[in-house]
Every structure is written in structure tokens, then in C-alpha cells.
């Protein structure tokens, strides 16, 4: 899905659902739009739910979409979270060790590549540390920092991932101003390998910074906040709107309608424009 991304010059969207409701609304709007998705999920969301209920969502919607979809597991630490995801199904899985020593990093790559190659699972991973908020694991903008071309390279020729996130000054979260991002190292990574390269931090950024983006070979594009802001927005605003109809089916219904906005609002930007 993305190396044919990336060789067709536009961005597969990876969005990170919360529950079956924004699943479907995924789903659905790639769907609608005849366009290849990513379901995320985040280590919270597969803790929460449980490994086998997110599945059994993913087989049962996924089966009935008429364009692909993969599942694959957000920003992982944990070993044992990742074995599981693998173990019930999940097609791709990222290990995000960067924030240890760059050997450290290789070494528990390949590691997870060595588990998932066997099933034809995809492996992503990041070098470089992407500031703001994920999973609750907080990142300052002091201790971001951009992922050397040199060093990336060196990365993806030793790990061999499917997928690479290198840390381009991008951030998780809501940005509190103009994100001040390397195209430099971008492209000197981008020239460097044919890997699709993922974007994370994808809320907030302009459409000519998505179309920069892509265009220097991002083939994956993280969207996670919008889709939080959708859905608590959503339902609550339905019941500010209607504050004497108390039908949780009407508030779930206008909450899905915002997911489903949120997509295909953002497919469409990280269309081809050719």
C-alpha cells in the first residue's frame, strides 16, 4: 500500500480510532472515497478494548470495504504489546525506540522485524524524537530532535523497515505555532531511499505543508488529535444542541458524521493532485 503511495506521489492517511463508532467512520469515508486507509490504533486504545474486540471490529468492517485496509499498532514500546498485536492480527506494528541510543534502537528493531517478517507483518520505526503528546508520553520541544540524514540512512540500510518515521520537526498534539520543519533533512533522507517515509504529527499542518511532504516521499500520514477533537465534539456538541433529548443513538449518530467529516476531509488533501 504505501511503497505504491509513495511511487504514485500521494499519502495513505493512518488515522487512530478510539472505539468501534470512529472505526467505522474511517472506514466508511476511505470507502466513499475509493481511497486505500490505515486504521491506527494507539497502545491506550489496545489496552483499554482488548486485542481480540479491535479485531473482531476491524474483520467485520474491513470485510465489507471495497478498498484496502490495514490495521496497524501506533507507537509501541512494549515488547509484549507488539507480540500480541501480531499474535491476533494486526497487519503492521510500529517500534518506536527513539528514544534510546541509536544501537539500542537498531538492535530492538530488528528485533521486532525478526518477529514480524515470518508473519507478513510490515515494521515501522522512528528515529529522532517527535515532540508533544502521545499516548500520554510527553515529549518537550527541548528535547525533540530532527533525525540526521546520515544517521537515517545508516537506520533503514541496517533494519530494512517496511515503513520510516524520521523526526523532521513535526509534533504530536495541537501545535501552538508554526511547526519549523527540515524539508533539508527530508529530502536528503527521501533521495537516500526508496522506504515510504511517515509523517507523524499530521493534525494542524497546512495543505502545502502535506503536499511538500509527500511530494519528498511521505507516504503515510499520522492523523490522531483531529480525530479525538471529532469525536468528543461530536456527541457532546449534539447534546449542547438538543440539551432535553437525552437519545445516546442521536448523539453517536452526529459523533460519527464528525469522524467521518474529519477523514475524508484529510484524504482528499493527501490526494494526488496530478
Not at 495513505?12 to 466508511?28: C, E, P, R
Not at 528535547?143 to 530494512?160: G, I, Q, S
Not at 461530536?234 to 467521518?260: C, I, M, S, T
Amino acid at each position: 500500500m504505501l511503497k505504491e503511495a509513495r511511487e504514485g506521489g500521494y499519502a495513505v492517511g493512518a488515522f487512530n480510532i478510539l472505539d468501534y463508532n470512529s472505526m467505522k467512520a474511517v472506514i466508511d469515508a476511505a470507502s466513499g472515497l475509493n481511497s486505500p486507509v490505515i486504521v491506527q490504533t494507539s497502545v491506550k486504545t489496545v489496552l483499554f478494548w482488548g486485542y481480540k474486540p479491535i479485531i473482531h471490529w476491524f474483520r467485520e468492517l474491513a470485510g465489507k470495504a471495497d478498498v484496502p485496509v490495514t490495521i496497524h499498532l501506533d507507537h509501541c514500546k512494549d515488547l509484549e504489546v507488539i507480540r500480541r498485536c501480531m499474535e491476533h492480527g494486526w497487519t503492521s506494528v510500529m517500534i518506536d525506540a527513539s528514544s534510546l541510543p541509536f544501537e539500542e534502537n537498531v538492535a530492538l528493531s530488528k528485533q521486532v522485524l525478526d518477529l514480524a517478517k515470518p508473519l507478513g507483518i510490515s515494521v515501522e520505526a522512528e528515529l529522532g524524537e517527535i515532540g508533544g503528546v502521545e499516548d500520554d508520553l510527553a515529549v518537550s520541544e527541548e528535547d525533540a530532535h530532527l533525525a540526521r540524514p546520515e544517521r537515517a540512512l545508516e537506520f533503514v540500510d541496517r533494519v530494512k523497515v517496511d515503513c520510516f518515521a524520521p523526526a523532521i520537526g513535526t509534533a504530536h498534539g495541537v501545535y501552538k505555532g508554526v511547526p519549523r520543519i527540515s524539508y533539508a533533512n527530508l529530502e536528503a533522507i527521501s533521495s537516500g531511499t526508496a522506504i515510504p517515509l511517515a509523517l507523524h504529527g499530521g493534525t494542524g499542518l497546512s495543505e502545502n505543508v502535506f503536499r511538500k511532504c509527500i511530494s519528498l516521499g511521505c507516504a503515510k500520514v499520522n492523523i490522531s488529535t483531529q480525530l479525538k477533537y471529532a469525536h468528543l465534539d461530536g456527541f457532546a456538541g449534539y447534546h449542547r444542541e438538543h440539551p432535553d433529548e437525552y437519545n445516546p443513538l442521536k448523539a453517536l449518530g452526529a459523533q460519527y458524521e464528525a469522524l467521518k467529516r474529519a477523514v475524508e476531509e484529510n484524504i482528499m488533501l493527501f490526494r494526488n493532485r496530478d
